[in-house]
Structures are given as structure tokens and as C-alpha cells.
């Protein structure tokens, strides 16, 4: 399941997650954004063990994206116990996010 978030929802989200959340940074008209969306959901369905899944339309939620000086979409964040850990821009494979998923300890934000 991927949950989609707003500039009223971002920060409780992020925040309130027991597991690691990834969110992608989007917009309706980034054709690379599209090209991430199936890969995003297949991520979501086949990783939802190890991590929470979101989106954020850096149209309608500009606020959320001008926060993380999002500056090219897709950009995923990976966020650990409310805290960003980590950052990729472009589109990433299933098994680059379950990769970048095996570096996140139980007990911290890095390996």
C-alpha cells in the first residue's frame, strides 16, 4: 500500500512510522515520475515487511517539497525513526529500494 500525503499529514506520518519510510517526491506532469510509479507500487507490495511506502505531488503539497529543497523528481527519501537518512533522485528498481532497505539497522539510521 502506498499512502499518499499532504502538507497536513507529511510529518505525522514520517514521524509516528515503527518501520522505515520511503516517500517520493512527484508531479503529475514528470514523465520519469511516471515511468517510477509501477516500480513504486510493485516495491510497496513486495517490500511492505521492511518499510512503509508514501508520495508526495510536490504540485498540491509544495510546502512538503520546498522543506526537503526538492530540486528534481522523482526524488525518494528514506526516513528512519522520523529522521532522513538517506536521499536518490531519478528512478530507482525494486531491488535498488530493497537494497537500500538492508542498510537500515533496527537500532539506527546507518550501517
Not at 506520518?13 to 508531479?27: G, L, M, T
Not at 535498488?96 to 550501517?111: F, H, T, V, Y
Amino acid at each position: 500500500m502506498i499512502t499518499d500525503l499532504d502538507e497536513n499529514s507529511f510529518s505525522r506520518f514520517v514521524r509516528s512510522a515503527e518501520k522505515p519510510v520511503i516517500v517520493d517526491f512527484w508531479a503529475d506532469w514528470c514523465q520519469p515520475c511516471r515511468q517510477m510509479l509501477p516500480l513504486f507500487e510493485e516495491a510497496a507490495h513486495v517490500l511492505a515487511d521492511q518499510a512503509l511506502f508514501a508520495k508526495v505531488n510536490t504540485q498540491t503539497a509544495p510546502a512538503v517539497g520546498f522543506q526537503y529543497a526538492i530540486r528534481t523528481i522523482p526524488t525518494l527519501i528514506l526516513f528512519f525513526q522520523g529522521q532522513e537518512v538517506e536521499r536518490r533522485a531519478g528512478v530507482q528498481s525494486v531491488s535498488q529500494l530493497g537494497i537500500w532497505l538492508e542498510n537500515i539497522r533496527p537500532d539506527g539510521p546507518r550501517l
